[in-house]
C-alpha cells in the first residue's frame, strides 16, 4: 500500500543538480565503475539501490534479495563491477523517500547515451499530479511525433524509478499503459499523485 504522503514539485527538482546528470556525457571510466549496490526498505516497498562514486545509479522495486540481485546484474554485467555493500547514498535515498529532511542534495549518475539522459532529464521536469503521452514528451524534447517511439524505448529504459518518474507517461486516451515494475502499481503511484491534498509522492522539507 502507497504512503499518502507528498513532495512538493519545487521539492522535488531542487534536489538535482542543472542539469540533473552530473556528467553530459558519459565518462571513460563508466564503464568500469564500480557499483555499490543494497537492498533498502521505502514507505513503496523494497527496492534495489546501487550507486557509484558520482551517484544513484539504479533505483529498482525488488520482491527480495535474489530479484535485487538479478536486477543489478542484468543491467551491470560487462560494463562495470558491482558489490553488495553499503553506502551513505543508500541511507540518502531512504531519507528522500520516506519525507525525511535532507542534508544534502541527491545526485544521479545513471548510465545511458546522451539522447536516453535528454529523456530522463525532461521526465523529471513533468510535474507531480501530470502525465503526459509519449507524443507530447517528443515535442517537449523539441523532436518530431515521428520521435515518438524512440522516446519511448528510453523511458523504457529508466533505471531509477519514482525519482525519475517514468510513471507519469501515459498512452493517448488516457490508458495507463506499462510499467517496467506492474502496471497495478503504475496506476496507483498515479492515483497517489492526484489526490487533492497531494502534490507528488513525497513529503517533507529539503533543509
Known sequence: MLSGKTYSDTRLMSLFPSPVFL????????????????IIETPFGLMAAACTATGLSI???ADNDEDAYQKIWRRYS?????????????ALVSAFLSGSPMPEKLPLSPF????????WQALIEIPAGETMV??????????PASSARAVGTAVAANPIALIIP?????????ATGEYRWGAERKRSLLL?????????LFAGQLF
Open 134 to 143: 509519449y507524443s507530447g514528451l517528443a515535442a517537449k524534447l523539441g523532436l
Open 78 to 90: 560487462g560494463i562495470g563491477k558491482y558489490h553488495r555493500q553499503s553506502h551513505p547514498l543508500h
Open 192 to 200: 497517489a499523485e492526484r489526490k487533492p491534498e497531494s502534490s507528488g
Open 112 to 119: 545511458g547515451t546522451d539522447f536516453q539522459h535528454r529523456v
Open 166 to 174: 517514468c510513471h507519469r507517461i501515459v498512452q493517448k486516451g488516457g
Open 23 to 38: 556528467d553530459t556525457q558519459i565518462p571513460d571510466d563508466r564503464f568500469g565503475a564500480v557499483h555499490y549496490w543494497d
Open 59 to 61: 533505483l529498482e522495486f
